[in-house]
């Protein structure tokens, strides 16, 4: 007899967020890209190309500021698993932590320039202040992303409603993360020119712009406290007395196969993009812009907004893609474009047309919004699989996993970028760089991450969680502890 074909389950009306919980929920990513991402982005512009920091110590800098946030984050995922308040377990961190981090922001930046010339244990004063000042500011950060994606989880138990929910969140990522883009632009400003010359502040010019960017990220975190509630909390959370010690917590999560593997699909992507970084940002400012940093800094942010624009088309596409032949496959289709932004670089990054790099952006954007959205909407469905094993819900665990384990890469990347501007020759105080340092920048840049993309896609499809295997979970757990 032939098997009986899968019957998708319709989405119930509880199971549907209404829209406007769905758009409070997703500003937070504002939160995450400003407080965690803007910091990295400009770093070597800031520290390296205005302050004189050599490029291999601002890479040192970042790799060491992700190792410590590696180690943070597992922390902060036990503190919000176990906690037990009127409010739920994550929404106090989410208020809390959310405005002491917007506030902070601009602590990041206020360095002085004559520090640069300083040297302290051989090194120079600045790198000392960004490890100082990363180091208090990381755990206020940490205490937002980690209970803020962990919330992502609990929001309900649909397989294709959490899709729309991340993709929702994925939209609003690559709104906020244009903010990150447009902050070297914002230094471009009349208000931060040195008088008599055509240089400008960049520091000065950072100190504004995070302080602006401050403040929406506290009435975010407001917003977010009031709008959005913790669906699991009252029915499954509350009634699981036991305390999940941290390093049980995460010998089990690690323990968990689908998990394992997903990790090393965002561990691939992450190390192979974060690898050229800020390659691309040179690219632009000493190849396309032949070594003019304020025409590099304006294409700058017009290559975030077409990642941005790509990011808001791919991910709808790809939501709607995964319900038809589902995540894991969905998941290799925004790798495949990955490929073809980060190939095209070498071709479409050209001093001749510059235009044309922001096609390359732009495909970069869609599969990096796509794989994001993806990876989290079938990191959902695993912690699923996790509690019909063991019988608890551990979101705060898994985030706190999965970020150890993408920040380590990333960490390595920042790294492996200051390496290779210091291979190739390059000389922060020189407006045009060698043929050979603009070489190895852009075969850097059109290389590295097609590797991370290919094993990306190898992970993925290993991955069980078919459509039919996750509805199967569901119905079993809903008949062992109810709905939620």
Known sequence: ??????????????????????????????VDMWGLWLYPSVAFA???????????????????LRIYDAIVDPIMGWLSDNLRTKWGRRRPFILIAGILSGLCLPILFLVSPGWADIK??????????????????????SAFTVPYY??????????????????????A????????????RFTNLAWFLLPGTKQKNTLLGMQVYTSILGIVMAIIAIIIF??????????????????????SGLGETLRCKPFRQMMVMGGAFTLGTSMVGALGYYATVFYVSCGDRIVGDNWQFWMGLAFMLGGIIGVPLHAKLSGRIGKREAAVAACLIGICGYGGSWFLYTPAIKWLQTISSGLMGMCAASLWMLHSSIGADIIDYDELNTGKRRE?????????????????????????????????????????????????????????????????????????????????????????
Request: charged letters at 20%; aromatic letters at 12%; glycine letters at 6%.
């Open 173 to 184: 990522q690559k709104v906020s993360e244009l903010g990150n883009y447009y902050a070297l």
């Open 1 to 30: 007899m032939p098997e009986p074909k899968f019957v998708e389950r319709r989405k119930a009306p509880r199971d549907r967020l209404p829209l406007a919980t769905k758009a409070a929920y997703s500003l937070g990513t504002a």
């Open 396 to 484: 705060g665990s898994f985030t706190a996993c999965a970020s150890y384990i993408l920040k380590l890469g990333n960490s390595f990347g920042y790294y492996v970028s200051g390496l290779i501007l210091t291979w190739s020759g390059f000389t922060w105080s020189v407006k045009v760089q060698s043929p050979q340092t603009i070489f190895w920048i852009r075969s850097s840049l059109a290389s590295l991450p097609i590797v991370g993309l290919v094993v990306a896609m190898i992970f993925v499809m290993r991955v069980p969680l078919t459509m039919k295997k996750s509805e199967d979970i569901r119905d079993s757990l809903e008949d062992r502890r109810g709905s939620v």
């Open 226 to 247: 009031f709008r959005v509630k913790e669906r699991y909390y009252e029915k499954v959370v509350v009634k699981i007395t036991e305390k999940v010690s941290i390093l």
């Open 120 to 141: 302290f244990l051989g090194l120079s004063a600045v790198f000392w202040y960004m490890m100082i000042s990363t180091m208090l500011y990381m755990p206020l950060i």
């Open 150 to 171: 962990s919330l992502g989880a609990e929001m309900s138990p649909d397989y294709h409603e959490r899709t729309s929910i991340m993709s929702y969140r994925s939209i």
């Open 46 to 64: 800031v520290f390296n190309l205005y302050l004189g920091v050599p490029p291999w110590l601002v890479g040192l800098a970042l790799t060491l």
